[in-house]
C-alpha cells in the first residue's frame, strides 16, 4: 500500500470540495465491504486526513477505526479531488493517455486479446445449481471482426481475439447538437449498474455515468423523431470498464456514435488532444468493442441458490499482434 501524508492547504480542500459535491451511492444500491485499510489503499490520502474526510461526514458504517466504506463513494470521490496522486487519478490517468495522441491513430484497425472470467459474488461461493451468461463481443457492429472465440466452462468465462475498426464522422443535424449539449460539465462518475438504470435518480445531480446518459440520451432523440439505440460494451485499454453509449441516425442517414461520457473522460487525461471532445460527437473509435446488449442489459448474468446475482468479472485487455490478411 502507497500511503502519502498531505500537508498542503489546497490538497486538503480539493479533497473537502469532493466530498461537498460526492453524490453517495444510495441506501438499496450500497454495498460497505472496502475497510480503512483498503480505502486508504484508494485515496491515498494519509491517516490523518481521511479522520478529517470522516468527521466532514464521509459516508460509512461500523465503528471508529474499524469503518466500511462504498467502493464507488471511494472512487469517486478519489478521483475528483484533484490530488494527482489517488489511484483512480493515477489509474485513469495512464489509461487515457491515448487521448493525447494523433487522430488517426483513434481509428486505425487494431487487433486485441479480450479474456473474461466471472465468479459468484458469495462469500462462500456458488450456491445450487449456478448458472452463467455471458455477452458476445460484436466488433463487426463497427466494421470490426471476431477473429476467434473460446468460452469457458459452464459459460462463465471466454476469451476472444477482436479486430476493431474506427470511423471519423460528425453530427449534422443542428437538433441533436444542442441535445448532446446538454451534458456538457456533467461529471462522470462510476456508479452500480443497477442504479445507473435509474437515469432519473442521478442525472439531476449533475453527474453522468455512462448507463444512466446513454438512456436519457435515447429517449430525447427519439421525442426528436430521429432512430436512436444505446449499446453496451467494452472500452479497450482500460481496465475492466465496461461502457455504454448511443447510436443514432443522424440526418444524413449515417448512424453515429454519440458519447458525451467519453468527452467528459478527456477532463482525467494529461493534455488529451485538441480534437478529441468534438470527434466523441458521432465518431466510431478503435478502442470501443460493442456487444449486442443494450445499455441497461447486463454483459453477464449469474443465477445460483434460486437467485439472481450480480457476478464479479475480471477482464484482461492486451494489444494484440496485427492480424492483416488472416
Known amino acids: 500500500m502507497s500511503v502519502l501524508t498531505v500537508t498542503a ?36 490520502c494519509g491517516e490523518d486526513l481521511l479522520a478529517e474526510l470522516l468527521a ?30 489517488s489511484a483512480p487519478e493515477t489509474g ?17 484497425d487494431r487487433t486485441w486479446d479480450l479474456s473474461v472470467d466471472l465468479s459468484c459474488p458469495l462469500d462462500g461461493g456458488c450456491e445450487a445449481d449456478p448458472t452463467w451468461e455471458t455477452s458476445r463481443p460484436e466488433p463487426e457492429a463497427f466494421g470490426g471482426r471476431l477473429l476467434s472465440l473460446t468460452t469457458g466452462p459452464a459459460g462463465s468465462a471466454f476469451t476472444a481475439r477482436v479486430a476493431t ?37 442521478v442525472l439531476p445531480y449533475g453527474i453522468a455515468p455512462c448507463i444512466s446518459v446513454s438512456l436519457d440520451l435515447a429517449a430525447k432523440c427519439r421525442a426528436a423523431g430521429f432512430e436512436a439505440r444505446t449499446r453496451r460494451g467494452w472500452i479497450l485499454g482500460m481496465l475492466d ?72 468479472s475480471r477482464t484482461t485487455v492486451r494489444t494484440a499482434p496485427s492480424t492483416e490478411g488472416a
Open 56 to 85: 466532514a461526514g464521509l459516508p460509512h458504517s461500523g465503528p471508529p477505526g474499524a469503518e466500511l466504506f462504498d467502493r464507488y463513494d471511494l472512487f469517486n470521490l478519489a478521483l475528483h479531488s484533484g490530488s494527482g496522486t
Open 241 to 312: 470498464l465496461a461502457h455504454a453509449w448511443l447510436e443514432v441516425v443522424d440526418s444524413d442517414g449515417e448512424v453515429k456514435v454519440v458519447d458525451p461520457v467519453f468527452a467528459g473522460l478527456a477532463d482525467h487525461a494529461d493534455a488529451p488532444h485538441p480534437l478529441f471532445r468534438e470527434a466523441c460527437a458521432g465518431s466510431r473509435f478503435n478502442r470501443l468493442l460493442p456487444s449486442s446488449r443494450e445499455a441497461d442489459q447486463p454483459l453477464f448474468r449469474h443465477r445460483c441458490g434460486g437467485a439472481d446475482r450480480t457476478p464479479v
Open 92 to 108: 485513469i490517468r495512464f489509461a487515457l493517455r491515448w487521448m493525447g495522441r494523433d487522430p488517426g491513430t483513434w481509428f486505425a
Open 165 to 201: 475498426r474506427g470511423e471519423r464522422r460528425e453530427l449534422r443535424s443542428e437538433r441533436l447538437r444542442e441535445i448532446v449539449s446538454e451534458y456538457d460539465g456533467a461529471r462522470w462518475v462510476r456508479l452500480p449498474v443497477e442504479l445507473q438504470s435509474r437515469p432519473e435518480l
Open 9 to 44: 492547504p489546497g490538497l486538503r480542500d480539493g479533497w473537502l470540495a469532493a466530498l461537498a459535491e460526492l453524490f453517495p451511492v444510495p441506501a438499496g444500491y450500497r454495498d460497505e465491504r472496502v475497510d480503512r485499510f483498503g480505502a486508504l489503499d484508494i485515496l491515498r
